[in-house]
């Protein structure tokens, strides 16, 4: 390549020496400007040589072949050593790659490009095909229906729509029923119940599941508070005891509109795994997303009958001595805000109102206590935990 580009400025310099000479100097600034020009050619097949080698390269990396690579980056330096910042990445290493409008436009539609893609056997649509002859049956000979109400069982009455993403990476076929509407539309009901019954303005159910503000149900919402505690003085008056005192909340939520609670002293690891129905605190929550697009959770939840009835005969010196005393119900009310933060999508709950309502039966007063919000009330943080969507016992 530089052999021709010498040999070319070689033979138009000769040429202009063949040419008369006017002597004037409108004769000198075009042969000096043809020089330049020639010069500016040099340099643009300089650098197109040296980028058709760069970006080899870079193709050579990406199969593995780091050798080959070397090779193609050092021929691609030594011609223009600075060559890596005059490219242009957004154009396709190879040139035989189509437009790059054609892909973009294919992926934006990739569930009717894969419709496009099943193959018909035997009279039947195929799902999928299997890549080595079998002498078992196969799943691809399953209906679509018949796939798509084992995808059901997949995401299952906890709602785990990320198994069935994950499901949708096998094939072609798997990703054609994972994206089928009735799945997403029955996860959507589930989750808003009647006010969601319009797309408006979402694309599809699957947008609508993604972007629109909801709590998760595949783990738990925790919330770590520490304080500080002075201690009592010691006998002797010499210093005085400090206590740091640790506890933590803990909120789950389940897709039928129900909600656990739970204040322990004791580290997630041990808790989480025993955050069952069997909790202290159960109760029922609902969303409501205001006119300023906040989105907010209110939880009522208390004890359970049976721990309420165990607790009462375990006190039973003090219904002896106190036969009269009234029979009272104790309810807690959370308001708590839902955000995002990080890569996560509403991993956030922040406090914005707490209180205690004390039912007395006898008279049916209702006293309410409501609590000042302060730096006691820490943020909850969204922890997924597997074990919650390992099994499923029924289907979407």
């Excluded at 069935?164 to 997403?184: H, K, M, N, T």
């Excluded at 006998?235 to 005085?240: A, E, K, P, Q, T």
């Excluded at 206590?369 to 597997?386: I, P």
């Amino acid at each position: 390549m530089e052999f021709f580009v010498e040999l070319n400025v070689f033979r138009a310099q000769w040429m202009s020496e063949l040419k008369p000479n006017s002597g004037s100097n409108g004769g000198n600034r075009g042969l000096s400007s043809r020089a330049a020009d020639l010069r500016r050619k040099q340099e643009l097949a300089r650098e197109e040589k040296a980028r058709e080698l760069f970006l080899k390269a870079v193709e050579e990396e990406e199969n593995g072949a780091v050798y080959e690579a070397i090779k193609y980056y050092r021929r691609a330096m030594q011609i223009v050593p600075d060559i890596e910042f005059k490219i242009n990445y957004s154009r396709s290493p190879d040139p035989d790659g189509g437009n790059e409008k054609d892909m973009d436009g294919e992926i934006e539609d990739l569930l009717a490009y894969f419709h496009q893609q099943l193959t018909l056997q035997d009279n039947s649509l195929k799902i999928c095909v299997p890549e080595v002859e079998m002498t078992q049956m196969h799943i691809s000979a399953l209906p679509p229906e018949v796939l798509i109400y084992i995808f059901r069982w997949v995401v299952s009455s906890d709602l785990d729509l990320r198994a069935l993403e994950q499901l949708s990476l096998v094939c072609r076929g798997f990703y054609i029923c994972a994206r089928d509407p009735e799945i997403w539309r029955s996860a959507c009901l589930r989750v808003w119940g009647r006010s969601c019954t319009k797309l408006v303005p979402f694309n599809s159910w699957r947008e609508m599941f993604l972007e629109r503000p909801r709590v998760r149900f595949d783990g738990v919402y925790i919330s770590k508070t520490a304080y500080i505690r002075q201690g009592e003085e010691s006998l002797d008056g010499f210093y005085r005891a400090w206590h740091q005192v640790e506890y933590y909340r803990y909120l789950r939520f389940f897709p039928d509109g129900q909600v656990m609670m739970l204040t322990t002293p004791e580290d997630p690891l041990v808790t989480v795994p025993r955050l069952r129905m069997e909790s202290i605190m159960c109760g029922h929550y609902r969303l409501s997303q205001d006119t300023d697009n906040q989105t907010k959770v209110f939880v009522v939840v208390s004890k359970r009958k049976e721990e309420k009835v165990a607790e009462y005969q375990r006190n039973s010196r003090f219904c002896r001595r106190n036969p009269a005393a009234p029979e009272t119900e104790h309810s807690f009310h959370v308001g708590l805000q839902l955000s995002s933060g990080g890569r996560q999508s509403f991993n956030k709950l922040n406090w914005i109102h707490h209180s205690c309502h004390i039912n007395y039966r006898s008279t049916g007063e209702t006293v309410v206590t409501a609590f000042d919000l302060d730096q006691m009330y820490a943020s909850f943080f969204f922890a997924r935990v597997k074990s919650y969507t390992a099994f499923s016992e029924r289907p979407l």
